[in-house]
């Protein structure tokens, strides 16, 4: 598995479109897009059996809008953690066909491996190229 800025996704390009994401929505609140970043890629191993709702591209909790997603999925989130689930498989909101994972608890966190690391300079305005 792949970590990107709190994002663990089985891919790192699903990460990075994720923290991408993310990143560009906070600068939004200051209205100033220009930054410099450094990201580190993480790799491990989370072994367990974790609900699964990639074949729920309709659940509330993926909702792209955050004002509407976001609420849903704490939602979500404390029902699982309730039922003592350690995390949870979800399709990434912001890259088709990608796939993101979350963990719960930290004391269920793996040791981790040291991967790539990244640099990514922001200048301009919010508009997401293709």
Do not use: K, N, W
Request: hydrophobic letters at 35%; aromatic letters at 10%.
């Amino acid at each position: 598995m792949t970590a990107g800025r709190g994002i663990c996704a089985f891919e790192t390009l699903t990460a990075a479109e994720e923290v991408g994401y993310h990143r560009t929505r906070e600068l939004g609140y200051v209205g100033i897009y220009e930054d410099e970043a450094h990201y580190m890629e993480f790799l491990a191993d989370f072994i367990g059996d974790f609900p699964d709702i990639r074949d729920e591209p309709d659940h509330p909790a993926l909702t792209p809008d955050p004002d509407l997603g976001y609420p849903q999925g704490q939602v979500l989130a404390a029902s699982l953690r309730r039922e003592g689930h350690r995390g949870l498989l979800y399709p990434s909101v912001r890259r088709p066909g990608g796939v993101c994972f979350v963990a719960y608890r930290s004391g269920h966190h793996p040791e981790c491996l040291a991967g790539g690391a990244m640099e990514a300079d922001l200048e301009g305005d919010a508009r997401i190229h293709d």
